[in-house]
């Protein structure tokens, strides 16, 4: 087992592979991706990013390349498949790169640096789901609380499970990754800024409130056949709790789940109209033009009413939160700063994506991690595809 006292885990490395023919491929369909970029997002991912307009056009072909490989990566390396990223080089620069556990040293698509590490993603998702296993026992009371542990993730990059704890809390990670049975090898512990907690305090990212009581932001728009809605955080509302968009009542939640998963959906009256949007604080909006996932590294913005438009990179997939309340899985953690009120609100890349719901974060005493360095930051969303799918519902595109 390994205890990080180093506060980044990400580091810059010179490209391997030349991604040149893989850029060409594509240079047409991503100028235009660069061009329908709005002047507020470019911004935005400058200001929080470092990447500039120049960076963009190559950024976006990096991020198309990771997103339609995916598979066929994963294909190739078969068994031995350790993950794959989007990665920045030191010249600022982007590259798509694939891990794999076996002796291979090249691929077959174009553009992909090959990285060889030594777990494959197989071996390091069987340590997680023990680390899942023992936390369920801990909720049943079979062992003792998770007091201190905040989650816990496979992550490629590191090619190991990251499991954050809060400062000064390494025993009770160390404990339970030992009373689990997890492979301590494979694990890192890291300290974690802040105190994991949801953060409950509608075009997607602005308030409503429940019940006149909380506060939590819209995440995107839905159908549900001749139903109108939105998507949002399950800790926000219970079944049947009423949502008021600027004190006036627009709809109930209609079914949501937490803790487990942080899903909910609401359901709103015929009068509402549903806009294809997110808002970007500053006047603008971001149009969602599908909800196509997006690859560990790659550029992701987030809209909620408390702390308006930020943007990170996704930093973890299929990662388990110890909530108070109890462990929500298969969320997604970026760097991206969050706080109190968020939840719920929208995810979405610079090509329009849609990519989940807010869930939670390690907030300071402040009501956010702002504050935290990115790369210390936990800013968790609960993945949209799963919601759409489990309560049947379309996302409104435009």
Known sequence: MYVSNHRSRRIARASVFCVAAALAAMSSGAALASEQVSPELKFAMQRDLGIFPAQLPQYLQTEKLARTQAAAIEREFGAQFAGSWIERNQDGSFKVVAATSGARKS???GGVEVRNVRYSLKQLQASMDQ?????????KGISKPLDGVQSWYVDAQTNSIVVKVDEGATDAGVD????SGADSAQVRIEHSPGKLQTTANIIGGIEYSI???????VGFSVTRGATKGFVTAGHCGTVNAVARIGGAQVGTFAARVFPGNDRAWVSLTSAQTLLPRVSNYSGGYITVRGSSEAAIGAAVCRSGRTTGYQCGTITAKNVTANYAEGAVRGLTNANACMGRGDSGGSWITSAGQAQGVMSGGNVQSNGNNCGIPASQRSSLFERL??????YGLTLVTG
């Open 107 to 109: 691929t077959t698509l």
């Open 385 to 390: 595809t799963p919601i759409l799918s489990q």
């Open 211 to 217: 019940n006149n009581a909380s506060l939590c932001s």
């Open 176 to 179: 339970f990754v030992a009373l």
């Open 131 to 139: 680390l899942d296993a023992g936390a369920n026992a801990r909720v």
